[in-house]
T-cell receptor, first 110, second 114 residues
Framework: QKEVEQNSGPLSVPEGAIASLNCTYS??????FFWYRQYSGKSPELIMF????GDKEDGRFTAQLNKASQYVSLLIRDSQPSDSATYLC??????????FGTGTRLLVSP | KAGVTQTPRYLIKTRGQQVTLSCSPISGHRSVSWYQQTPGQGLQFLFE???????NKGNFPGRFSGRQFSNSRSEMNVSTLELGDSALYLC?????????????FGPGTRLTVT
């Protein structure tokens, strides 16, 4: 079992819709969780982080964490074509070691 | 604040050579982590330095090494390069500790081994 799992996609949504990206992790002791966006040929950009169970909202983005189910999700409201990218889920397993999922490719069509 | 900077941005080396990559973290950040990104393996953790001490290391051979200086700048070295070392090498800086655990990536160094 991989430490961090994501559906590779692509996830296709029309412009203006809500995109829902999911991630599961295996280490129950993990305390901090991150979502990065990576455009082709670029480095990952941090868009959300969450440390406590529940929801955390920042603009059009909402991160959701359920430690009991070992599940993290990212919702993108009012999706735009510029949101088309690969979204990486990352889990901090200790001393700043991030374990990444393989990423979900999101395609937002105009 | 200026972001994380990495030099050089692109590098072409021959098998058997060695290479040194440099990373300057965001001002005030004391933790620097290094990652390797390849199409086949994705993003993999190499090591992390905090206050000049390596605190964590990933599953890479001893040919991969690093260090951190008193100003938090970090270097990583790969000796006896192999074709499979061709990758995007990313460094990320973080305040760590009470300052937060978020990691911010630099633009990366694209290494090609021929």
């Amino acid at each position: 079992q991989k430490e961090v799992e994501q559906n590779s996609g692509p996830l296709s949504v029309p412009e203006g819709a809500i995109a829902s990206l999911n991630c599961t992790y295996s280490d129950r002791g993990s305390q901090s969780f991150f979502w990065y966006r990576q455009y082709s040929g670029k480095s990952p950009e941090l868009i959300m982080f969450i440390y406590s169970n529940g929801d955390k909202e920042d603009g059009r983005f909402t991160a959701q964490l359920n430690k009991a189910s070992q599940y993290v999700s990212l919702l993108i409201r009012d999706s735009q074509p510029s949101d088309s990218a690969t979204y990486l889920c990352a889990v901090n397993t200790g001393f700043q070691k991030l374990v990444f999922g393989t990423g979900t490719r999101l395609l937002v069509s105009p | 604040k200026a972001g994380v900077t990495q030099t050089p941005r692109y590098l072409i080396k021959t098998r058997g050579q060695q290479v040194t990559l440099s990373c300057s973290p965001i001002s005030g950040h004391r933790s620097v982590s290094w990652y390797q990104q390849t199409p086949g393996q994705g993003l993999q953790f190499l090591f992390e330095y905090f206050s000049e001490t390596q605190r964590n290391k990933g599953n890479f051979p001893g040919r991969f090494s690093g260090r951190q200086f008193s100003n938090s700048r970090s270097e990583m070295n790969v000796s006896t390069l192999e074709l499979g070392d061709s990758a995007l090498y990313l460094c990320a800086s973080s305040p760590a500790g009470g300052g937060g655990y978020e990691q911010y990536f630099g633009p990366g160094t694209r290494l090609t081994v021929t």
